[in-house]
């Protein structure tokens, strides 16, 4: 756990986000957590001073498909691993026409259709309601969209992002259904890993980076595998360049969170202090330590 005060930068993502040039002092590191097994180890690093630490979402190779992840164990090792903000990196289709292959969305809405996940840290025995009004962190949300713009990468500013179960895609019926919505992009990981990023009291911001359309598009039935893999290589690469220009940026913060997302849980645990399970308060031990050591 991180009793610095200083900001480590986690990132979580695709098998290769972590291969940033300039990035030293490297090492692979297993982390184990209280609520099962990690994607992978983490793997540590620093950027000019900042320290980073980087989670395969699915694992080197893309072993685990997205409703099988272990979402809780993910986001509790990086909080032991010292982790104060995360950048969460994925791919995601598009819903919306002006949003075409190759953008960056930085997102800061969701609606969950997930429906086979494990959601909370919380439970019988130790009860907690965090807010989620505004599930990420504008903080680092803003950070995310100057550099982008910086870069020279084609990024839109806010959006909602369906979260769907997988591991199939959406039926022509949902897809149109989500768009009726008001969803703007549609993806299977960022939930529960915003929820718990909040129950965790981590600062989080999502980019979402677009590889095709959503099967509404009427030409979503003729692109071409090899069409896709480039558009996925070429947000790979931008997606680490973002990475790289962003972590200094979050270098300075001395403070918690503006927008409260370090102090999330101040009000949330409703369980008596003499009903709380002891099992379960230590488990929680690097989720809720801050508050639970009281």
């Known amino acids: 756990m991180n009793h610095s005060g200083k900001p480590v930068i986690g990132v979580i993502g695709g098998s290769g986000v972590y291969e940033i040039e300039g990035l030293t002092n490297t090492r692979w590191q297993s982390i184990e957590s209280s609520f099962g097994t990690p994607s992978d180890e983490l793997f540590f690093g620093e950027l000019d001073g900042q320290q980073l630490v980087f989670l395969p979402r699915h ?31 994925s791919a995601c289709g598009s819903l919306r026409e002006n ?12 609606i969950d259709r997930t429906i086979d996940r494990e959601k909370s840290f919380f439970g019988p025995g130790m009860v907690a309601h965090v807010g989620l009004g505004h599930p990420v962190c504008a903080r680092l949300s803003d950070k995310l969209y100057e550099c982008a713009q910086s870069l020279g990468i084609d990024t839109v500013k806010g959006g909602t992002y369906l979260a769907m179960e997988g591991p ?13 919505w008001g969803c703007d992009v549609i993806g299977m990981t960022n939930m529960p890993e915003a929820k718990l990023a909040r129950e965790a009291e981590l600062c989080y911001a999502s980019v979402a980076m677009v590889t095709d359309f959503d099967c509404w598009h009427p030409d979503h039935d003729h692109v071409t595998v090899d069409a896709i893999i480039a558009v996925l290589m070429q947000n790979a690469d931008k997606g680490r360049e973002l990475v790289k220009a962003t972590a200094p940026e979050l270098a300075g913060r001395s403070e918690p969170c503006e927008f409260g997302c370090h102090r999330s849980l101040e009000n949330a645990l409703i369980t008596a202090p003499d009903a709380r399970d002891p099992a379960m308060i230590e488990k929680l031990d690097a989720v809720a330590g801050r508050i639970l050591d009281r």
Do not use: W
């Open 59 to 89: 694992g080197r190779g893309h072993k685990i498909p997205p409703n099988k992840v272990n979402y809780r164990a993910n986001i509790d090792a990086m909080k032991r691993a010292g982790c104060t903000e995360l950048l969460s990196i």
């Open 168 to 180: 199939q895609f959406s039926t022509l019926a949902e897809s149109e259904l989500y768009r009726q």
């Open 99 to 110: 949003l075409p292959p190759g953008t960056f969305v930085i997102v800061d809405q969701f």
